[in-house]
């Protein structure tokens, strides 16, 4: 049963504070570490562990496509409500009502053992644990953008707050097919963002 203790509804969307979401982050670490499952944290954790704005919403691992079902089965064990969504890029769990989502395909790219290791061992509410590069994490979110999501808007904020940590040739290079990605390209160039003439 999922607890909605720490869970307000803002604008229609569902925010969890973010003590709660650091606290779940931690129990999950834990949890895929003893089971042997290789991981790293993305999403907006992984955004605020490098400096940027704080998430209100869930905690995201990336882990190898071949650990789904471990991850699964770790967290049932662990005694964490678990789902298997009908997208199939991620499954997902619950920790005292905090969603945890395990993503194993982002952005239509499988996760590989070079992906998780293009991660630095932070420190995040106590914990050390291995977070995606802030290239990385810049390239997902551009990868993301498509003509009925085209907000400028988070990359943005990622991009000014740990913009020293992105490898922006890189960037470019992995998102080149992309005409959203192109154009937020150009605009942080023209804002004095990225690392553009």
Known sequence: MRSQRTAVVVGGDERTELADLTLAMKRTAEVLRR???RFA???GLAQFARGGTASDHDV???ILPEDADRTLA???DAGHEIERPPEDWLVKAYVDGV???FIHRPVDRPVTTQTLADTDDLSLAAMTLPVLS???LLVHGLLRLTATESNFTEALLLARAIREQIDFDRVREETKVSPFARAFLF???ELGIGDGP
Request: contains cysteine.
């Open 35 to 37: 089971a042997g499952v």
């Open 41 to 43: 944290l993305c999403g």
């Open 60 to 62: 995201d691992f990336l």
């Open 74 to 76: 770790a967290m049932a």
């Open 99 to 101: 969603l945890i989502d």
């Open 134 to 136: 802030g290239t990385e």
């Open 187 to 189: 605009l942080a160039d």
